[in-house]
T-cell receptor, first 113, second 114 residues
């Protein structure tokens, strides 16, 4: 089965620091997504990205967040100045089309201290 | 606003017993419907999905789900549970105009006792 790989699996950062979460997508799967799950809460949609543009974003995805494909391959989520409430599991997902199956990575657990 | 309710936080079943996980959704029109499973340390794996057509959907690992429009439900079933099915199960919906903007339920943790 196709696999989405996320790095790191766990990151601890100081409040106010910038973090970058990385995702290696599946070849030829051109739609990208980030979701997050705060401990004990639901998995929430953050953003979708296609053709080097954000196509949808949620209210959570404010100016502190950004996404890009810096090298045309990896897909990243940057949080500019982390807050305690950013602590969560962040999932990258990837699909071939807009309405085809999204494959999820194993997640990055971000802990802000 | 769209919402998904999974009323059971935890369920414990004996190995070999049947399983039903409940899911209800609130949405203006019939959305796309999904069930995902997450094992510890793993990502979310798609078990099955409903887009249209036959309301009884077959998925991987012997799971099936039935869409009932009148009840706004999409319950997941398996006739005989295996110990390896122990995991967390998430029901999700997505609008038809954007099928991968998923709204998830809170999840149901399945424990299997031998």
């Amino acid at each position: 089965e196709p696999e989405v790989t996320q790095t790191p699996s766990h990151q601890v950062t100081q409040m106010g620091q910038e973090v970058i979460l990385r995702c290696v997508p599946i070849s030829n799967h051109l739609y990208f997504y980030w979701y997050r799950q705060i401990l004990g809460q639901k998995v929430e949609f953050l953003v979708s990205f296609y053709n080097n543009e954000i196509s949808e974003k949620s209210e959570i995805f404010d100016d502190q967040f950004s996404v890009e494909r810096p090298d045309g391959s990896n897909f990243t989520l940057k949080i500019r100045s982390t807050k305690l409430e950013d602590s969560a599991m962040y999932f990258c997902a990837n699909s071939q089309g807009e309405n085809t199956e999204a494959f999820f990575g194993q997640g990055t657990r971000l802990t802000v201290v | 606003a769209q919402s998904v309710t999974q009323p059971d936080i935890h369920i414990t079943v004996s190995e070999g017993a049947s399983l039903e996980l409940r899911c209800n959704y609130s949405y203006g029109a019939t959305p796309y419907l999904f069930w995902y499973v997450q094992s510890p340390g793993q990502g979310l794996q798609l078990l099955l999905k409903y887009f249209s057509g036959d309301t009884l959907v077959q998925g991987i690992k012997g799971f099936e789900a039935e869409f009932k429009r009148s009840q706004s439900s999409f319950n997941l079933r398996k006739p005989s549970v295996h110990w390896s099915d122990a995991a967390e199960y998430f029901c999700a919906v997505a609008p038809r105009e954007y099928g991968n903007k998923l709204v998830f339920g809170a999840g149901t943790i399945l424990r299997v006792k031998s």
